[in-house]
């Protein structure tokens, strides 16, 4: 049976709750009285003091009123004291209404109440984002606040085809989120598969961005990333009128964007907001940074303990004249000092920040030189993890480094088992695994295995901006002209 809206009902409800209010106010001669709903906390107290309830007492027309429906009229149609106000008479959606932030004024003869919206709660300024770093460009980010997120996309498109949906998810938190496209580029198609997954998740609370990312990619066993975060609201709107998708969740300062491809994680804003051949060589040093973390630390392995004979003749003898007090194996060397990596910067992560920076010199320097000069490690092997770890953090999406620092991992196994022939098999099955994916409908290689010539002057190389002249075909099936020249 469907409940009705009644002040009585909602002041049992809440009973135990000493920060809902559920108050009578009697606003006229007449006795019609009317409930206050609100949570104490999440409303603008002086703007309801103010700007409602003083000037609803003071206002000489509401006291001519004798219904509870002429005084709902009469609020509605023009005597409402603040814009952002609506009629409900749904029981549920009062509830998470007021649950958000809202005022509601329940009328129990009508069981109706009239919700005005006047959150007000404590939230973080806009300020420059943290993890992506900006030289040249805008320097707002998002926020945790859903609706600061969606203005700040809005003021970048002011196009009437930007669409931003309401949706909510959570059976407990009734978390709120906003699919965020433009109508006639995206392919609605897409927009239907995404919304329908969102549709369909069946959990209590969105406690962590995790349990949005694992409903909506395709292939959970991929260490990939295939769904792409930022906080820069240029970078969200730039491929939003690419034909991607947004999706905006209250309570997390980041937007994640679909369809996400390989390439989209080697690249930065500011590859744009450079000279293109300034922004090309900053790709070209990324995708050699990823091939020296991935490969280094196994091809060291296979070189020096399989195939001594591939590395130049000094550099063998130097090699092994640093090994020679070392009790341990090249393998064993590398593999315990890539855990020895992870552990220090887990450890940094959740120390203090000036406690994490101190313990990072600590471990690095003094615990890494004292290895190497009791004859632990050689030096050699310092070197090539550290270069290796270095390059892993050129990486600007921080999900496509993590999985790559496990990667590299495990092709340093595959070295220590079958040297060069096991580090030949690894490369083939990354390979063959990330020709294998597809988001959404779209390679997860793509623009890289596109036919369409026009898709390859935005990837490992910046081709000038007058050389975009259309979206990608694989997500924008039609509207792909987006610049004349």
Known sequence: MEQVINSQAIKELFSKSSDVLVRPIKINQNNITFHI?????????????????????????????????SVMDYLLNGGAYHVFTEEEDDYQKLLKAVLSGNLAFIFDGEKKAIVYDIKSFAKRSVSEPMEEGVIKGAKDSFIEVLRTNTALIRRR?????????SLT??????????????????NLETVNKIREKIQAINIDNISTPAFIEEYLIEHNKSLFPQIMYSQRPDRISANLSDGRIALVVDGIPFVYLLPCQLPMLMQSPEDYANHF??????????????????????????????????????????TQQAKQNVPFSSSTEVLGLLIAFE??????????????????????????????????????????????????????????????????????????????????????????????????????????????????????????????RKRPQAIVPENRIKQRP
């Open 37 to 69: 709903f609100c949570v104490d906390g999440l409303i603008d107290s002086t703007l309801v003091d103010e700007a409602i309830l003083k000037t609803m007492i003071q206002d000489r027309f509401i006291q001519a009123h004798i219904t509870e429906r």
């Open 157 to 165: 498109i002011r196009s009437e085809y930007l669409v931003i949906e």
């Open 169 to 186: 998810v959570g059976k407990v938190s009734k978390t709120d989120m906003s699919l965020c496209y433009i109508s006639n580029i995206a």
């Open 277 to 318: 051949i300034v922004g090309s060589a900053l790709r070209v040093i990324r995708y050699i940074s990823m091939i020296i973390t991935l490969f280094l630390p196994a091809f060291y392995i296979a070189a020096t303990t399989y195939q001594n004979q591939m590395l130049p003749v000094q550099l063998a003898l130097s």
């Open 343 to 468: 552990i220090l910067i887990e450890a940094g992560l959740r120390l203090p920040k000036a406690v994490g920076t101190a313990m990072s010199i600590l471990g690095g320097i003094v615990v890494g030189q004292s290895a190497v000069s009791a004859n632990i490690i050689s030096p050699l092997v310092v070197v090539v993890v550290s270069l290796a770890g270095i390059s892993g953090f050129m990486m600007p999406n921080q999900d496509l480094s993590s999985g790559i620092r496990v990667i590299r991992f495990s092709f340093a196994l595959l070295a220590a088992v079958g040297g060069f022939l096991g580090l030949a098999v690894g490369l083939i099955l990354v390979i063959t695994h990330l020709c294998s994916m597809d988001n959404y409908g779209v390679a997860y290689l793509s623009p890289f295995v596109d036919i369409d010539e026009s898709n390859h002057k935005d990837t490992v190389f910046r081709f000038p901006v007058k050389y975009f």
